[in-house]
């Protein structure tokens, strides 16, 4: 049975086709399409509280792509998961019944805790089922980063903050990354996000697991890359060292210099350094709550879009 999930988030939208059939440790999904396209959906929308008209027409281009390939690929069954930028947004209605009429399917906005849940199912694949410990998702997007942490496949709780690559970018550096004040200010702002974390009990954390755009692309500088490698990203463990090495490399380049790497997304130039900024932060937090036991983090391309796949699986497969 082939399946489709769709993730619209702030910044990007992602489609994955897959086979799906079911396995002893539950569905399995074999890639048939993964593709995403940067639309910026949430463009102007922390200033306005609306989507601005052509990001509107950037997101329903894309996806009547994506219903060109869902019904090439015979796709029996689709999801489609709105998630942080669609949430409080005045003209949602408008954005939900056009995609519905692209794509005959109505678009879920879901909560920060369903997308948590569902980055967690998806991000977990790169490590073995029966890994030791707890391990913390983190799948930083472009409106909001989702935290969630869990043993096995399975979360225990999750907290979604209203920081993203670009919320950070249009409240702090809409001008650029060039002013100290700028990035303290932004730091301030998510150190302060990041103090409901230390309501999490973090004792039985064995390591950091990361997804989405900016952690495979902070990865990929780590790593030293010309072009983007999925195949070596996926999976690969770096020490909060090499992690550091990369956001801050990235953090003092100016926008030729990001532009011209060979592995960054054209549409990601703008908004790296806000991502890596965050990421920055984060690590610091971890590091300090752990006492420093906590110090890898695992890079994984499957996320909540793996997550979304797998679950409309489930539900027709059952």
């Given at each position: 049975?082939?399946?489709?999930?769709?993730?619209?988030?702030?910044?990007?939208?992602?489609?994955?086709?897959?086979?799906?059939?079911?396995?002893?440790?539950?569905?399995?999904?074999?890639?048939?399409?993964?593709?995403?396209?940067?639309?910026?959906?949430?463009?102007?929308?922390?200033?306005?509280?609306?989507?601005?008209?052509?990001?509107?027409?950037?997101?329903?281009?894309?996806?009547?792509?994506?219903?060109?390939?869902?019904?090439?690929?015979?796709?029996?069954?689709?999801?489609?998961?709105?998630?942080?930028?669609?949430?409080?947004?005045?003209?949602?209605?408008?954005?939900?019944?056009?995609?519905?009429?692209?794509?005959?399917?109505?678009?879920?906005?879901?909560?920060?805790?369903?997308?948590?849940?569902?980055?967690?199912?998806?991000?977990?694949?790169?490590l073995p089922a029966d890994a030791a410990g707890e391990r913390m998702v983190i799948d930083l997007g472009g409106g909001s980063t989702e935290f969630v942490i869990g043993a096995g496949r399975t979360p225990r709780t999750a907290v979604s903050l209203d920081m993203g690559c670009v919320r950070v970018t249009e409240r702090f550096f809409s001008d650029g990354l060039g002013g100290l004040d700028a990035r303290s200010q932004a730091a301030d702002f998510i150190d302060d996000q990041l103090r409901v974390l230390e309501s999490l009990d973090l004792s039985q954390l064995t390591?950091?697991?990361?997804?989405?755009?900016?952690?495979?692309?902070?990865?990929?500088?780590?790593?030293?890359?010309?072009?983007?490698?999925?195949r070596r990203i996926h999976g690969a463990q770096l020490?909060?060292?090499?992690?550091?090495?990369?956001?801050?490399?990235?953090l003092g380049m100016n926008r030729a210099q990001r532009a011209a790497l060979g592995f960054m997304h054209p549409g990601r130039v703008d908004v790296i350094q806000a991502g890596a900024l965050i990421v920055e932060r984060i690590l610091s937090h971890v590091h300090r709550a752990t006492s420093g036991r906590v110090e890898r983090i695992t890079a994984s391309e499957h996320d909540i879009l793996d997550g979304i796949a797998a679950s409309v699986a489930a539900l027709h497969t059952a």
């Open positions: 049975m082939r399946v489709a999930g769709i993730d619209c988030g702030t910044n990007s939208i992602r489609l994955l086709i897959a086979e799906a059939s079911q396995g002893a440790d539950g569905v399995q999904l074999a890639d048939v399409e993964r593709r995403m396209q940067i639309v910026r959906l949430g463009q102007g929308v922390d200033a306005t509280g609306r989507f601005a008209p052509e990001a509107l027409e950037r997101t329903y281009a894309a996806v009547r792509d994506y219903a060109a390939l869902i019904e090439q690929h015979q796709v029996a069954h689709t999801r489609f998961v709105a998630t942080s930028a669609t949430r409080d947004v005045a003209n949602r209605e408008e954005f939900l019944d056009t995609i519905e009429q692209i794509l005959s399917v109505r678009p879920e906005v879901i909560s920060g805790q369903e997308e948590a849940a569902l980055s967690f199912a998806g991000a977990t694949g790169v390591g950091l697991v990361g997804v989405a755009g900016t952690i495979t692309t902070l990865t990929a500088q780590a790593l030293g890359l010309e072009h983007y490698d999925s020490d909060f060292c090499q992690m550091r090495e990369a956001t801050g490399a990235i």
